[in-house]
């Protein structure tokens, strides 16, 4: 089945980075949309990046653009989230998602496949 595996989480002061890798297997990786979410405590989850299956097309939440960079390298079946200039705002768990589509998707409904997450707090 397919399993996606969160990595690069951890605890940063603000103006910090942090690079998240999401290993997947279980899946034809080329033929799958890629994005992440998080989730802080108390809201609900939200979009945060997404690159389509090529890596030629990207979408950011406005909250993230211009600091994260979304990326993946499909010899590795990973996907990474390079966060610069981290905020303490951008404090949440941050989930690594799969969906089977050509096409770039940005809303939690659109995929069906999840990691479990990767904690990042980021300290004033």
């Known amino acids: 089945q397919v399993q996606l595996v969160e990595s690069g989480g951890g605890l940063v002061q603000a103006g910090g980075s942090l690079r998240l890798s999401c290993a997947a297997s279980?899946?034809?990786?080329?033929?799958?949309?890629m994005g992440w979410f998080r989730q802080a405590p108390g809201k609900e989850r939200e979009f945060v990046a997404a690159?389509?299956?090529?890596?030629?097309?990207?979408a950011y939440a406005d909250s993230v653009k211009g600091r994260f960079t979304i990326s993946r390298d499909n010899a590795k079946n990973t996907v990474y989230l390079q966060m610069l200039s981290l905020k303490p705002e951008d404090t949440a768990v941050y989930y690594c998602?799969?969906?089977?589509?050509?096409?770039?998707?940005?809303?939690?409904?659109?995929?069906?496949?999840w990691g479990q997450g990767t904690q990042v707090t980021v300290s004033s």
């Open positions: 998602a799969a969906a089977a589509t050509v096409f770039v998707r940005t809303t939690n409904a659109q995929y069906p496949h």
């Open positions: 279980g899946l034809t990786f080329t033929s799958y949309c």
């Open positions: 690159i389509n299956y090529s890596g030629r097309s990207t």
